[in-house]
């Protein structure tokens, strides 16, 4: 993975970037719609997407959702739950025995936040989900957020800011904190 990114839209990083989200949606929409016991229609989309074979033990049940799949790094017996997405730009690890429930959203990538530079650069930086950590459905965790080992994020939080290790993190309500 890689720290902090910045960049510029209209480049050849850009481009190359722009390029294999669309092969990876081709592949993840074919992974979504393959019948779910074919193990090894699965394996083989997974091995396109992920550019290696799934961990020993790693569990994902489609539908599943990435725009890069290169920089998302699964450790051994994880569980990732249906409806999953995974926006790894500027990457994604999650350690051995994460849990991850429904419709979990992971983001890497954003925009500034000047309205100027908004559409000049894309923003990034990685997520780092440590060793047996729980993530409730509906959960959305933001770029640069870092989750200790053994913490439980509950259903529907927005996480912007790192967990503690052995800790329970709620809330999801949203506050202006400026105004243009």
Request: hydrophobic share 45%; charged share 20%.
């Amino acid at each position: 993975m890689s720290g902090d990114r910045l960049m510029r839209i209209h480049s050849a990083e850009f481009q190359a970037m722009a390029d294999r989200v669309l092969q990876v949606t081709e592949l993840t929409s074919r992974l979504n719609v393959l019948p779910f016991e074919d193990e090894a229609g699965k394996a083989e989309l997974f091995e396109q997407i992920l550019g290696r074979p799934l961990p020993p033990g790693v569990t994902i049940y489609p539908p599943f959702y990435t725009d890069h799949g290169l920089n998302l790094d699964l450790a051994d017996r994880v569980f990732i739950n249906q409806n999953c997405t995974f926006l790894d730009y500027a990457g994604i690890r999650l350690g051995e025995r994460v849990m991850i429930g429904p419709k979990v959203t992971f983001i890497t990538s954003g925009h500034p936040v000047d309205p100027r530079e908004r559409r000049l650069y894309l923003t990034g930086a990685p997520i780092d989900v440590a060793e047996n950590v729980w993530i409730g459905a509906g959960a959305t965790i933001l770029p640069g957020v870092s989750i200790g080992r053994d913490a439980v994020v509950a259903a529907g939080a927005v996480v912007a800011d790192d967990v503690p290790p052995a800790s329970l993190v709620t809330g999801g309500k949203a506050t202006v904190h400026r105004q243009w």
